[in-house]
């Protein structure tokens, strides 16, 4: 397993504005994955994140709306550019335990709101 | 189309009752994992089943895999307060790390 923290862990912020998500990993990872959730809704997959290697965006998500570095095995952040009411939601970072069978550990997450 | 049909969507039952969550699908998966997540929290992996067939039982809580590894239950036995939270399953197909995860089942347990 792996013991993963975000920053913030929430924010308010206002239309139009850019809000930087950070995620910390206790040991080296391969692979980070980035999740939006609504409140009681399942997870919706963002991007995948490999150290050294752009990240690859899932259909519906872009990088200039979403840019996300990676630079090295334990950290990661999310961007989430020119904020509208829609982008409030809860943002979570994940890693998993590499190789088969993919089991993913999720930080607390960050609940962000826009007005 | 959701690849990973969850139900029931929504649960509340009375502390000691027993209940069961399923987790369907038309794919096959090479894994399927189940996470519980409370308010405030990121999901908490729980167990994993990678074996069609494959019986899993941690403390009151029992998971399947499916026999052609399509589909997965959950069964709570004696249900606890404490066991309330969020239950979510997701799968992994083929060689892909990716989560295809369900939509979730909201469980509530009145004391």
């Known amino acids: 397993s792996a013991v993963i923290s975000q920053k913030p862990s929430r924010d308010i912020c206002q239309r139009g504005t850019s809000l930087t998500i950070q995620c910390q990993v206790d040991?080296?990872?391969?692979?980070m994955f980035w999740y939006r959730q609504q409140p009681g809704q399942s997870l919706t997959l963002i991007a995948t994140?490999?150290?050294?290697?752009?990240?690859?965006?899932e259909s519906g998500f872009v990088i200039d709306k979403f840019p996300i570095s990676r630079p090295n095995l334990t950290f990661s952040t999310l961007t989430v550019s020119n904020m509208s009411p829609e982008d409030s939601s809860i943002y979570l970072c994940s890693v998993d335990t590499g190789g088969f069978p993919y089991e993913q550990y999720f930080g607390p997450g960050t609940r962000l709101t826009v007005t | 189309t959701q690849l990973l049909e969850q139900s029931p969507q929504f649960l509340s039952i009375q502390e000691g009752e027993n209940l069961t969550v399923y987790c369907n699908s038309s794919?096959?998966?090479?894994?399927l994992q189940w996470y519980r997540q409370e308010p405030g929290e990121g999901p908490v992996l729980l167990v994993t089943?990678?074996?069609?067939?494959e019986v899993k039982k941690l403390k009151r809580l029992t998971f399947q895999f499916g026999d052609a590894r399509k589909d997965s239950s959950l069964h709570i036995t004696a249900a606890q307060p404490g066991d309330t939270g969020l239950y979510l399953c997701a799968g992994a197909q083929g060689g892909s790390e990716k989560l295809v995860f369900g939509k979730g089942t909201k469980l509530t347990v009145n004391p």
């Open positions: 794919s096959v998966f090479s894994s």
């Open positions: 040991s080296q990872v391969t692979m």
């Open positions: 089943v990678v074996t069609g067939g």
């Open positions: 994140a490999n150290q050294g290697s752009e990240a690859t965006y």
